[in-house]
């Protein structure tokens, strides 16, 4: 499985993006699906993951109630609405892939893109 992010950039604070990830080969439906960030000088974290159905979806403390993760099995896309940003939300983004759960945790993932910056002004 290859991952593409898009839809990074520069906003504003309060302000919103949409991440998408692109991912190749007709096995997408059979993983659940992560978005990480990591920050300059810091390691990386979990933000968000849904299940290979879509019908499970996870989320760090720190950005529940702004974030929200969706899929489109169809179009082999996982993406990441993401609104009410913060400075703190300033990270390279990115999507992962993994077929043997345990989503919080990087090391559980197979697959990484190569990520997608979004920087937040204030």
């Known amino acids: 499985v290859q991952l593409v992010e898009s839809g990074g950039g520069l906003v504003q604070v309060g302000g919103s993006l949409r991440l998408s990830c692109a991912a190749s080969?007709?096995?997408?439906?059979?993983?659940?699906m992560g978005w990480f960030r990591q920050a300059p000088g810091k390691e990386r974290e979990f933000v968000a993951a849904i299940s290979w159905s879509g019908g499970s979806t996870y989320y760090a403390d720190s950005v529940k109630g702004r974030f929200t993760v969706s899929r489109d099995n169809a179009k082999n896309t996982v993406y990441l609405q993401m609104n009410s940003l913060k400075p703190e939300d300033t990270a390279v983004y990115y999507c992962?892939?993994?077929?043997?759960?345990?989503?919080?945790?990087?090391?559980?993932?197979?697959?990484w893109g190569q990520g997608t910056l979004v920087t937040v002004s204030s």
């Open positions: 080969g007709r096995t997408f439906s059979r993983y659940d």
């Open positions: 992962a892939a993994t077929g043997t759960g345990g989503v919080r945790t990087a090391t559980r993932y197979d697959y």
